[in-house]
């Protein structure tokens, strides 16, 4: 506001190339802040409290990171962006990350120049349906009435999904998730369709949770993950390796409640030492101090209390691991060695 | 009294009846009824069966209305809450009570509330000279004049000498116009005013205002636009966009029928090309495309953009609301005025606005509500204006699956909001009896 934006609009824009080409890292370490785009509000990934305090599994990334690089959970402007606006926010430097469930796809990797530095939770396209109807898998569902998104891409995971198996399907188009929940309530149609995270939040809100099942299908891989911008690979490192962090913290058994006492002294485990600044010098490979996984795992926790806190089964949405466990837990998560 | 007629008329009433009465049926309630609910069969019918829709709906919406859970700390809760009391449904207030003031303020900080509040008050006196000329004092014009930088400060916060050394600026500018136009022409004197102004924005307040700050730290704590949320951003967005779309709407009223090319060209332009553009296009340019367009790091505060759309696209409107009070008057008016060797301004200061805005004022109105309400389209474009903010509350699992509840309560204050403007508006033609007749 103000005279700084008279300034910003009139003098700086003759200079505008030489500042983005500047170091994300020290841009944030100047600001003070991280400045992470997030969801305006899925349940469990995103959504501020009553005193505008921002909690998810989405935002604990953001945290993470601003952990790392200022000891502090708390340096983060979290800076809402919807699906429309998400890709430009990033794009034009107004946010450093984007934590916001976005499916790491071929062309938002590299046509929207954009680097996706992990998976942070593997999600997948499937169906809802009243207990009532008696089906047990989506390939029993012919001729059945679906609720179903407009103009996403799980429009077309359902066509795909149809056509596979030769069955035929009506889509009752609705625009958004509160209008389904709604609508598939008012029994408009026989199924809903969405992320299986989405339907399990849903499902979490309805009278009798225990009249609806989820069926087994998952008919789309929607890899969520954490993304920054193309041209600064040091600032993707920083995120990409406190994300793993987090996830090698789980397979360790580091937690928040041991992490202080796990990083007094260099323990047995040479992997944690290093995880953890013990041992080695990683915090400085990345400019980081050598404390920066130790920060952040004791600002969050590791991955698994992160999903226990927010999405997990004692939460309301009440999600399983499944893919989402550690690989030795027959789920994908498997963090490259720190060394 | 002759007697001249006293064998030919049998009785002759020397005095006056006194009045009866009317028939029951036609007086109190039961004549009211009658004459305005039951004045035909047709009618009768007709309120049977209106009457029976309204117990109907209030039958089915009351009971939903009206539920014991005030206290309730989710959604979950409140179903609980309701199964003690023994009702299978009825609405879920407690998400109202734990969030109505993030509805109100957004992420504003708790302990600055006051700040808004104190800003909105501020407003309704700044309003009032404007609003009820003659119970008001003349000189709380001042005062409204004073309020704009007031209403920055407070609500953004920060050092003082910003809002100051901007106001400032106006005072440089008004004092070398005065001087100037002793020297030359009004015409350049006004231009003489303008640049002084600018240099002093642009060139000493810059220089003068850190140090300021510095020597004499008086401010309060500073407030980021992202923290402003709910009705008071609506509010903010709304009073900014009304409070400037008039001036704006009127100068491109008269410029589309002005007699010079340029000047017409220019607003007719302006207005067709907003007009024909819905305003979410205009949100998307604020928030995605100026900030491919404006350098990174550039700090053009996005309360500001949005303003500046809402504003023009308001103003484009209102310039044709008032073109059609404009129309209105008739060409005697104009000509009365040329005849009494009136210039340009003057008649339109003396003559034609007073009584083209008069004929204007519901249209203007209706124009000034319709801009408060599209202030939610802001949601679009992720700021949590009320229903962004619905979204986000929805989004806390223990709130995820409340939606008339927030959808009651937003609509109720936009109710308030807007059904206040519009009897204001009745109040005013009433008193400026703008009816000719």
């Keep these: 506001m103000k005279k700084s934006v008279f300034f910003g609009a009139l003098t700086v824009a003759g200079l505008a190339a030489g500042a983005a080409a500047a170091a994300t890292l020290d841009d944030v370490k100047a600001r003070g802040k991280l400045n992470c785009g997030v969801a305006t509000g899925v349940p469990g990934f995103a959504a501020p409290d009553a005193a505008g305090e921002w909690a998810g599994f989405d935002v604990a990334v953001c945290r993470a990171v601003a952990a790392a690089i200022f000891n502090d959970p708390k340096a983060v402007e979290f800076i809402p962006t919807t699906g429309k606006t998400r890709f430009t926010a990033l794009a034009s430097g107004e946010i450093d990350?984007?934590?916001?469930?976005?499916?790491?796809?071929?062309?938002?990797?590299?046509?929207?120049?954009?680097?996706?530095?992990?998976?942070?939770?593997?999600?997948?396209?499937?169906?809802?349906?009243?207990?009532?109807?008696?089906?047990?898998?989506?390939?029993?569902?012919?001729?059945?009435?679906?609720?179903?998104?407009?103009?996403?891409?799980?429009?077309?995971?359902?066509?795909?999904?149809?056509?596979?198996?030769?069955?035929?399907?009506?889509?009752?188009?609705?625009?958004?998730?509160?209008?389904?929940?709604?609508?598939?309530?008012?029994?408009?149609?026989?199924?809903?369709?969405?992320?299986?995270?989405?339907?399990?939040?849903?499902?979490?809100?309805?009278?009798?949770?225990?009249?609806?099942?989820?069926?087994?299908?998952?008919?789309?891989?929607?890899?969520?993950?954490?993304?920054?911008?193309?041209?600064?690979?040091?600032?993707?490192?920083?995120?990409?390796?406190?994300?793993?962090?987090?996830?090698?913290?789980?397979?360790?058994?580091?937690?928040?409640?041991?992490?202080?006492?796990?990083?007094?002294?260099?323990?047995?485990?040479?992997?944690?030492?290093?995880?953890?600044?013990?041992?080695?010098?990683?915090?400085?490979?990345?400019?980081?101090?050598?404390?920066?996984?130790?920060?952040?795992?004791?600002?969050v926790g590791n991955y698994g209390e992160i999903f226990e806190a927010t999405i997990g089964e004692s939460t309301p949405i009440g999600l399983?691991?499944?893919?989402?466990?550690?690989?030795t837990n027959g789920g994908l998560l498997y963090a490259p060695p720190f060394r | 009294m002759s007697d001249t007629h006293a064998e030919t008329v049998a009785f002759v009433r020397e005095t006056m009846l006194p009045q009866k009465a009317p028939p029951a049926s036609t007086v109190g309630p039961l004549g009211w009824a009658k004459a305005n609910l039951f004045s035909s069969y047709v009618n009768g019918a007709l309120t049977i069966l209106s009457a029976a829709f309204i117990v109907f709906v209030l039958y089915e919406i009351l009971p939903w209305l009206i539920s014991p859970t005030w206290e309730g700390t989710s959604l979950t809760n409140c179903r609980e809450l309701l199964a003690a009391a023994g009702d299978d449904r009825g609405a879920c207030w407690g998400v109202i009570r734990e969030r109505w003031q993030q509805l109100m303020f957004g992420f504003y900080p708790r302990t600055e509330y006051w700040r808004p509040v104190l800003t909105f008050i501020f407003l309704l006196v700044a309003i009032?000279?404007?609003?009820?000329?003659?119970?008001?004092?003349?000189?709380?014009?001042?005062?409204?004049?004073?309020?704009?930088?007031?209403?920055?400060?407070?609500?953004?916060?920060?050092?003082?000498?910003?809002?100051?050394?901007?106001?400032?600026?106006?005072?440089?500018?008004?004092?070398?116009?005065?001087?100037?136009?002793?020297?030359?022409?009004?015409?350049?004197?006004?231009?003489?005013?303008?640049?002084?102004?600018?240099?002093?924005?642009?060139?000493?307040?810059?220089?003068?205002?850190?140090?300021?700050?510095?020597?004499?730290?008086?401010?309060?704590?500073?407030?980021?636009?992202?923290?402003?949320?709910?009705?008071?951003?609506?509010?903010?967005?709304?009073?900014?966009?009304?409070?400037?779309?008039?001036?704006?709407?009127?100068?491109?009223?008269?410029?589309?029928?002005?007699?010079?090319?340029?000047?017409?060209?220019?607003?007719?332009?302006?207005?067709?090309?907003?007009?024909?553009?819905?305003?979410?296009?205009?949100?998307?340019?604020?928030?995605?495309?100026?900030?491919?367009?404006?350098?990174?790091?550039?700090?053009?505060?996005?309360?500001?953009?949005?303003?500046?759309?809402?504003?023009?696209?308001?103003?484009?409107?209102?310039?044709?609301?008032?073109?059609?009070?404009?129309?209105?008057?008739?060409?005697?008016?104009?000509?009365?005025?040329?005849?009494?060797?009136?210039?340009?301004?003057?008649?339109?200061?003396?003559?034609?606005?007073?009584?083209?805005?008069?004929?204007?004022i519901p249209g203007i109105v209706s124009t000034f509500i319709g801009v408060f309400k599209d202030t939610t389209l802001v949601s679009i474009i992720s700021m949590f204006d009320p229903i962004g903010l619905s979204n986000a509350i929805r989004a806390d699992t223990a709130w995820n699956g409340v939606y008339w509840e927030l959808f009651i309560f937003i609509g109720f204050v936009f109710f308030v909001f807007c059904f206040s403007m519009s009897r204001y508006s009745m109040y005013l033609e009433r008193k400026l009896n703008t009816g000719h007749r």
């Excluded at chain 1, 399907?169 to 309530?185: D, F, G, H, K, S």
């Excluded at chain 2, 010079?260 to 995605?288: D, H, Q």
């Excluded at chain 2, 005025?337 to 004929?359: E, F, N, T, V």
């Design chain 1, 97 to 299: 990350m984007l934590a916001r469930n976005t499916t790491w796809t071929f062309s938002r990797d590299t046509d929207l120049k954009f680097d996706f530095v992990g998976v942070n939770y593997y999600d997948g396209q499937g169906f809802i349906v009243p207990k009532a109807l008696g089906v047990s898998s989506a390939k029993e569902l012919d001729g059945a009435t679906v609720c179903i998104q407009t103009g996403t891409t799980t429009e077309l995971n359902l066509a795909d999904f149809f056509r596979i198996n030769n069955i035929s399907y009506e889509p009752v188009p609705i625009e958004t998730n509160a209008e389904a929940q709604q609508q598939y309530l008012a029994g408009a149609c026989d199924t809903y369709t969405t992320d299986a995270s989405g339907l399990a939040a849903t499902r979490s809100t309805f009278e009798a949770p225990g009249d609806h099942v989820i069926l087994p299908e998952i008919i789309s891989k929607e890899p969520l993950g954490p993304l920054v911008r193309h041209g600064d690979s040091e600032w993707g490192d920083i995120v990409r390796w406190t994300f793993n962090a987090l996830v090698a913290a789980e397979e360790y058994g580091v937690t928040s409640a041991n992490v202080a006492e796990m990083s007094s002294a260099p323990g047995d485990n040479p992997e944690v030492n290093r995880l953890l600044g013990t041992e080695g010098d990683l915090g400085a490979m990345i400019g980081l101090d050598a404390a920066w996984a130790k920060n952040a795992i004791a600002a």
């Design chain 1, 320 to 327: 399983a691991r499944g893919l989402n466990a550690q690989y």
């Design chain 2, 128 to 360: 009032a000279p404007i609003l009820f000329a003659q119970f008001v004092p003349a000189k709380v014009a001042y005062f409204s004049a004073l309020f704009p930088f007031i209403a920055v400060w407070l609500l953004w916060g920060g050092t003082i000498w910003g809002p100051v050394l901007a106001l400032l600026g106006f005072v440089v500018g008004f004092v070398v116009f005065r001087y100037a136009s002793r020297a030359i022409a009004p015409a350049l004197a006004l231009a003489a005013g303008v640049v002084a102004a600018i240099i002093w924005w642009s060139v000493i307040t810059p220089f003068v205002e850190p140090d300021l700050s510095r020597i004499l730290p008086i401010g309060i704590r500073s407030v980021q636009s992202r923290e402003f949320g709910g009705f008071m951003l609506s509010i903010t967005i709304g009073v900014t966009a009304i409070m400037c779309s008039l001036p704006i709407g009127i100068l491109l009223a008269l410029g589309r029928q002005s007699d010079l090319p340029l000047v017409k060209s220019i607003c007719v332009g302006f207005i067709e090309f907003i007009r024909g553009v819905p305003l979410i296009t205009l949100l998307f340019v604020a928030s995605v495309l100026l900030n491919i367009f404006l350098p990174p790091g550039t700090n053009f505060d996005i309360i500001l953009r949005v303003m500046i759309m809402v504003t023009l696209f308001a103003a484009a409107y209102m310039a044709e609301v008032i073109r059609g009070g404009l129309a209105a008057l008739p060409k005697g008016q104009y000509e009365g005025a040329d005849s009494l060797g009136l210039d340009y301004w003057q008649a339109q200061r003396l003559i034609i606005m007073p009584q083209a805005l008069k004929i204007s």
